[in-house]
């Protein structure tokens, strides 16, 4: 069932005559599935391992494998899993060991399968009292004897429940049977555990016992039981109880009448690939002995003794198997002594060495005593030491070197390694004097000698090099390994020593001028000389660099062999006028042709001396350079511009001009300009940021800024003269305020048609401010009284505007009379659409009869539209930087109008009202006469203004605007 335990038992015997050993493995065959998986096995070593994919369950005490007796194994699985459901069995296997040491398989079975079902199940704790008692056969023994010790439980429910069981003596613990039944022994008893002096079991439901025999006076004492309840919840893990002993059992145990003794002697520390010689004399016994030799690890895993080799009673000597290949012996060189000679010792034989005496009388034992001992065996790289030493580790090519590998310690057959790294990726092997005397060589024979020396406590191996040069430089190292039993142990490499191989310091010096003054377009020659005593293998390498402030570029070399090449930078036009040749002393001149302005600088002559070392390879010492300054001198520049500052001022949305004016060297006409205009904004968005170019030969160029992206696509740049650049700013925005200033470098060709820039001016800053058109609206503000009965006209007269590019909003507003609630009754918009809001079942008619004059008339009137009326102009204006935007609102004069319907009366006006109409007219007058100067001047507004008045010619009455309610 899920979350449960699963059980099953088996029980293998075997009937081979011969020492034979078992091996189990329990299966899980699932349905479906071809392959059986491993769940648990326990090898013929006797070492439990989880199959794969039950680790963590075993790990976690949920899959255990016990043993229930001499023959008898019980598989549990706690905790199961739907996982688990399938067929288990168990396969067993019977091994037997040949005298080689190899173990061979001599027969396999499989026991019947069980089907195992998973469902739930619930466990349920018993918590009741437990009863120990201990007791024994008899407590009074003879050394020699059989002791035999049972622990009985008692307690409620006993079959349900699981306990541990152990035995102690004093404080030291025995042996210990666990919940699932897996016995295990202390420390101190598990080699008798192993020689079958010890043995414990459970041979029934309530009793459990545990056998010593022989017994040693040693084993006298009081002896207790303790047992341990022990929960299983419904992971399947235990979780131990309160303990419970029993009363104490006293045992006493009289020596026999042989007193045998033992003394153990022999040598505490041994060197690796020494002989281990140990001493076991015997006192005091009578009869037949044998002796065992076991050994314990000093590994913190390894806790038992294992066996070495035995000697019975009747001389026969009998290695254990893991033991069959070494060198070990077991000797009787008198009656009372035993002596275990160990040859070629390992470091891994160190640890304690018990030797156990077995006094026999038959067939039987009757008495055993053991003594130990700790023997330690250091490890060869303990006592042979290696390192690396040189008295000249750091020369001067040409120069020898001796390296010694001082080797310390006993006399050992070995092998010497020489290595050479020369870099961080590999090691080159020099060569091997192995240890009997064979050399082999992987590098240049010719440059190594080796040379023994043997002395008291060590011997030095020294590697000669003769006239070093750079191939030997690097860290060597000497590896040494000594032969022990047949074969090479590596000792750890020595250190590194650094080998130096030098140049040797140049005493190259050179001369050459430090300043030379030359005139434009003539030839330049440089000369730097060697004038200190060269070598008659020397080869020089030159390098001639030119630099300009900061920057150094290299302009031509002469490698060792006199070969000439231009440097990276070098471009074809400067090649055709540079050459370079050497001539005797050695000199190296550098030759420049046409010399232009731009070849100022300094020229560095760099040379590097070259030699041969003595494997004839070459190598080159420090560079040793000297340095001449060139200076080219030209007419004077008589590039002169305007220098003065200048500040000027428009308003938005005009046209301004830029002057920048040559007011010397502009007459030959050989001469050629290259204009750049530069921008600085006030806001510090541009910092002289370039506009356009205008190039020497005539190429215009905007150059690519998003910042000055608008205002370049209304630039226009003239040159009225050959001394004049001027620069355009079409429909000037308030951006476009800052500072511009242009700078003019003059060019000229030279004899080859190349052009050669002469010199460069920069004219003075220009401030420009653009500022927004002024408020400037006014409307006619006449105050007029009309009584009519008809038709009448609501007149709106823009007498002033703030810009020629203005355009109006217009609105009429109608009051009943003063104080009451103004109410707009029509509106024609900026762009010619109209509405009309009146509603009061009266017509309109829109009229626009001139530019500045707006007229709205109310058709057929009644006396409830008689009362105030005046109207408002809103002035708009375009703006670069920020499209149409509204300057001015003004209001004109009151309209008072009284609507009479009886009679027919004429209209009275008072004298106020003729001025005003007289002035009104004169006003027309004057602006029709200005509307007409302005349309033969500016033909391009005229005709906007011609297709504005041309829209509303016929003035057709208005209807009302349809509601929605229509």
Same mark, same amino acid.
């Given at each position: 069932m899920?979350?449960?335990?699963?059980?099953?038992?088996?029980?293998?015997?075997?009937?081979?005559?011969?020492?034979?050993?078992?091996?189990?493995?329990w299966?899980?065959?699932?349905?479906?599935?071809d392959?059986?998986?491993?769940?648990?096995?326990l090898?013929r070593?006797?070492?439990?391992?989880?199959?794969?994919?039950?680790?963590?369950?075993?790990?976690?005490?949920?899959?255990r494998?016990?043993?229930?007796?001499?023959?008898?194994?019980?598989?549990?699985?706690?905790?199961?899993?739907l996982?688990?459901?399938?067929?288990?069995y168990? /396969?067993?296997?019977?091994?037997?060991?040949d005298?080689?040491?190899?173990?061979?398989?001599?027969?396999?079975m499989d026991?019947e399968?069980?089907v195992?079902?998973?469902?739930a199940r619930?466990?349920?704790?018993d918590?009741?009292?437990?009863?120990?008692?201990?007791?024994?056969?008899?407590?009074?023994?003879?050394?020699?004897?059989?002791?035999?010790?049972?622990?009985?439980?008692?307690?409620?429910?006993?079959?349900?429940r699981?306990?541990s069981?152990a035995?102690?003596?004093?404080?030291?613990?025995?042996?210990?049977?666990?919940?699932?039944?897996?016995?295990?022994?202390?420390?101190?008893?598990?080699?008798?555990?192993?020689?079958g002096?010890?043995?414990?079991?459970?041979?029934?439901?309530?009793?459990?016992?545990l056998?010593?025999?022989?017994?040693?006076?040693?084993?006298?004492?009081?002896?207790?039981?303790?047992?341990?309840?022990?929960?299983?919840?419904?992971?399947?893990?235990?979780?131990?109880?309160?303990a419970?002993?029993?009363?104490?059992?006293?045992?006493?145990?009289?020596?026999?009448?042989?007193?045998?003794?033992?003394?153990?002697?022999?040598?505490?520390?041994?060197?690796?690939?020494?002989?281990?010689?140990?001493?076991?004399?015997?006192?005091?016994?009578?009869?037949?002995?044998?002796?065992?030799?076991?050994?314990?690890?000093?590994?913190?895993?390894t806790?038992?003794?294992?066996?070495?080799?035995?000697?019975?009673?009747?001389?026969?000597?009998?290695?254990?198997?893991?033991?069959?290949?070494?060198k070990?012996?077991?000797?009787?060189?008198?009656?009372?002594?035993?002596t275990?000679?160990?040859?070629?010792?390992?470091?891994?034989d160190?640890?304690?060495?018990?030797?156990?005496?077995?006094?026999?009388k038959?067939?039987?034992?009757?008495?055993?005593?053991?003594?130990?001992?700790?023997?330690?065996?250091?490890?060869?790289?303990s006592?042979?030491?290696?390192?690396?030493i040189?008295?000249?580790?750091r020369?001067?090519?040409?120069?020898?070197?001796?390296?010694?590998?001082?080797?310390?310690?006993?006399?050992?057959?070995?092998?010497v390694?020489?290595?050479?790294?020369r870099?961080?990726?590999?090691?080159?092997?020099?060569?091997?004097?192995?240890?009997?005397g064979?050399?082999?060589?992987?590098?240049? /024979?010719?440059?190594?000698?080796?040379?023994?020396?043997?002395?008291?406590?060590?011997?030095?191996?020294?590697?000669?090099?003769?006239?070093?040069?750079?191939?030997e430089?690097?860290?060597?190292?000497?590896?040494?390994?000594?032969?022990?039993?047949?074969?090479?142990?590596?000792?750890?490499?020595?250190?590194?020593?650094?080998?130096?191989?030098?140049?040797?310091?140049?005493?190259l010096?050179?001369?050459?001028?430090?300043t030379?003054?030359?005139?434009?377009?003539?030839?330049?020659?440089m000369?730097?000389?060697?004038?200190?005593?060269?070598?008659?293998?020397?080869?020089?390498?030159v390098?001639?660099?030119?630099?300009?402030?900061?920057e150094?570029?290299?302009?031509v070399?002469?490698?060792?062999?006199?070969?000439?090449?231009?440097?990276?930078?070098?471009?074809?036009?400067?090649?055709?006028?540079?050459?370079?040749?050497?001539?005797?002393?050695?000199?190296?001149?550098?030759?420049?042709?046409?010399?232009?302005?731009s070849d100022?600088?300094?020229?560095t002559?760099?040379?590097?001396?070259?030699?041969?070392?003595?494997?004839?390879?070459?190598?080159?010492?420090?560079?040793?350079?000297?340095?001449?300054?060139?200076?080219?001198?030209?007419?004077?520049?008589?590039?002169?511009?305007?220098?003065? /500052?200048?500040h000027?001022?428009?308003?938005?949305?005009?046209?301004?001009?830029?002057?920048?004016?040559i007011i010397?060297?502009?007459?030959?006409?050989?001469?050629?300009?290259?204009?750049?205009?530069?921008?600085?904004?006030?806001?510090?968005s541009?910092?002289?940021?370039s506009?356009?170019?205008?190039?020497?030969?005539?190429?215009?160029?905007?150059?690519?800024?998003?910042?000055?992206?608008?205002?370049?696509?209304?630039?226009?740049?003239?040159?009225?003269?050959?001394?004049?650049?001027?620069?355009?700013?079409?429909?000037?925005?308030?951006?476009?305020?800052?500072?511009?200033q242009c700078?003019?470098?003059?060019?000229?060709?030279?004899y080859?048609?190349h052009?050669?820039?002469?010199?460069?001016?920069?004219?003075?800053?220009?401030?420009?401010?653009?500022?927004?058109?002024?408020?400037?609206?006014?409307?006619?503000?006449?105050?007029?009284?009309?009584?009519?009965?008809?038709?009448?006209?609501?007149?709106?007269?823009i007498?002033?505007?703030?810009?020629?590019?203005?355009?109006?909003?217009?609105?009429?507003?109608?009051?009943?009379?003063?104080?009451?609630?103004?109410?707009?009754?029509?509106?024609?918009y900026?762009?010619?659409?109209?509405?009309?809001?009146?509603g009061?079942?009266?017509?309109l008619?829109?009229?626009?009869?001139?530019?500045?004059?707006?007229?709205?008339t109310?058709l057929?009137?009644d006396?409830?539209n008689s009362g105030?009326?005046?109207?408002?102009?809103?002035?708009w204006?375009p703006?670069?930087?920020?499209?149409?935007?509204?300057?001015?609102?003004?209001?004109?004069?009151?309209?008072?109008?009284?609507?009479?319907?009886?009679g027919?009366?004429?209209?009275?006006?008072?004298?106020s009202?003729?001025?005003?109409?007289l002035?009104?007219?004169?006003?027309?007058?004057?602006?029709?006469?200005?509307?007409?100067?302005?349309?033969?001047?500016r033909?391009?507004?005229?005709?906007?203004?011609?297709?504005?008045?041309?829209?509303w010619?016929?003035?057709?009455?208005?209807?009302?605007?349809?509601?929605?309610?229509?």
């Open positions: 899920e979350s449960t335990v699963f059980r099953q038992q088996l029980k293998a015997s075997s009937n081979t005559i011969q020492h034979t050993h078992l091996s189990f493995a299966y899980l065959h699932k349905d479906g599935k392959d059986a998986q491993v769940i648990i096995s090898d070593e006797f070492t439990l391992v989880p199959g794969p994919g039950f680790e963590e369950r075993y790990q976690a005490g949920h899959i494998l016990d043993k229930m007796g001499e023959a008898t194994y019980r598989l549990k699985m706690a905790q199961l899993q996982s688990d459901q399938g067929r288990i168990c /396969q067993a296997q019977e091994w037997i060991q005298p080689d040491g190899s173990w061979y398989s001599l027969i396999k026991a399968e069980n195992v079902n998973v469902k619930e466990v349920v704790p918590m009741s009292s437990l009863v120990v008692k201990i007791s024994a056969q008899q407590t009074t023994l003879q050394e020699g004897q059989e002791l035999s010790l049972s622990c009985n439980v008692d307690t409620q429910n006993l079959e349900e699981f306990f069981i035995w102690l003596r004093g404080r030291d613990e025995l042996a210990r049977i666990g919940p699932t039944g897996i016995l295990s022994v202390g420390p101190e008893y598990s080699v008798r555990e192993k020689e002096e010890l043995r414990a079991a459970r041979i029934g439901d309530v009793e459990y016992r056998i010593l025999r022989p017994v040693r006076t040693g084993d006298q004492g009081e002896y207790v039981c303790k047992a341990w309840p022990q929960d299983r919840g419904s992971d399947g893990v235990f979780t131990q109880g309160a419970t002993d029993s009363s104490s059992l006293l045992v006493s145990i009289s020596a026999s009448v042989s007193g045998l003794s033992v003394e153990i002697q022999g040598t505490a520390t041994v060197n690796e690939g020494d002989r281990l010689k140990l001493t076991c004399n015997v006192h005091g016994f009578n009869g037949q002995l044998s002796v065992t030799w076991q050994h314990k690890s000093t590994s913190p895993s806790a038992l003794f294992t066996s070495i080799i035995t000697l019975s009673q009747e001389g026969v000597m009998e290695k254990d198997g893991a033991l069959m290949n070494r070990v012996r077991a000797l009787r060189p008198t009656a009372d002594s035993f275990l000679e160990f040859d070629e010792v390992r470091p891994s160190s640890g304690a060495y018990q030797c156990t005496v077995s006094e026999w038959g067939s039987s034992k009757t008495n055993s005593q053991s003594q130990t001992t700790t023997v330690t065996v250091k490890p060869v790289d006592f042979v030491k290696v390192n690396l040189s008295r000249n580790n020369v001067t090519i040409g120069e020898n070197v001796e390296l010694m590998c001082r080797v310390r310690g006993p006399r050992l057959p070995m092998t390694t020489w290595s050479l790294q870099d961080a990726l590999s090691i080159d092997n020099i060569m091997t004097l192995y240890f009997d064979a050399i082999s060589w992987s590098g240049d /024979q010719h440059r190594y000698q080796l040379k023994v020396e043997n002395q008291q406590s060590q011997v030095i191996h020294s590697l000669l090099i003769n006239s070093a040069s750079h191939r430089a690097g860290n060597y190292q000497c590896r040494v390994s000594v032969v022990l039993q047949n074969e090479h142990k590596k000792l750890p490499p020595s250190n590194q020593l650094a080998v130096l191989v030098l140049n040797p310091v140049s005493k010096r050179l001369s050459s001028p430090t030379l003054t030359r005139s434009v377009s003539t030839d330049i020659e000369k730097c000389s060697v004038v200190s005593e060269p070598s008659l293998s020397s080869r020089y390498a390098n001639w660099l030119f630099q300009q402030q900061t150094k570029k290299l302009i070399s002469s490698d060792l062999d006199a070969l000439v090449t231009f440097g990276p930078q070098v471009e074809l036009e400067q090649k055709r006028r540079i050459s370079m040749r050497r001539t005797r002393g050695p000199s190296f001149e550098m030759t420049i042709q046409q010399a232009r302005i100022n600088g300094s020229y002559c760099e040379v590097v001396e070259w030699r041969q070392d003595p494997g004839g390879h070459w190598y080159s010492l420090s560079p040793v350079s000297t340095t001449t300054v060139l200076t080219l001198t030209e007419p004077a520049n008589d590039l002169h511009l305007d220098a003065k /500052q200048q000027l001022t428009t308003m938005e949305g005009g046209e301004v001009e830029l002057k920048c004016n010397s060297g502009a007459s030959s006409p050989s001469l050629f300009y290259k204009v750049i205009w530069l921008y600085t904004g006030h806001d510090s541009a910092m002289n940021v506009l356009l170019e205008l190039d020497h030969t005539g190429l215009l160029r905007y150059p690519e800024n998003q910042v000055v992206r608008g205002l370049q696509g209304r630039l226009r740049l003239s040159r009225p003269t050959q001394s004049s650049f001027y620069l355009g700013i079409q429909r000037a925005c308030e951006g476009d305020s800052g500072t511009y700078l003019v470098e003059q060019y000229q060709l030279d080859e048609g052009w050669q820039q002469k010199s460069s001016n920069t004219a003075g800053p220009i401030t420009l401010i653009v500022n927004v058109a002024e408020k400037n609206l006014s409307v006619e503000r006449n105050e007029v009284e009309l009584n009519v009965s008809g038709d009448f006209i609501i007149p709106c007269q007498t002033r505007q703030s810009s020629s590019e203005s355009e109006f909003q217009v609105t009429w507003f109608w009051q009943e009379k003063t104080g009451t609630k103004q109410r707009p009754i029509f509106t024609v900026r762009n010619s659409t109209l509405q009309d809001r009146f009061e079942g009266a017509q008619k829109f009229g626009h009869p001139l530019s500045s004059h707006f007229t709205l109310v057929k009137p006396p409830k105030l009326y005046y109207c408002e102009v809103e002035e204006l703006s670069l930087s920020h499209g149409w935007r509204k300057v001015a609102v003004e209001k004109s004069g009151y309209l008072t109008v009284n609507v009479i319907t009886e027919k009366c004429e209209p009275q006006y008072s004298s009202t003729w001025i005003g109409i002035a009104a007219v004169v006003l027309c007058l004057l602006l029709v006469i200005f509307l007409l100067v302005l349309k033969l001047c033909s391009r507004v005229s005709e906007r203004k011609k297709a504005e008045n041309s829209l010619v016929d003035e057709l009455p208005l209807n009302k605007k349809p509601s929605a309610e229509d």
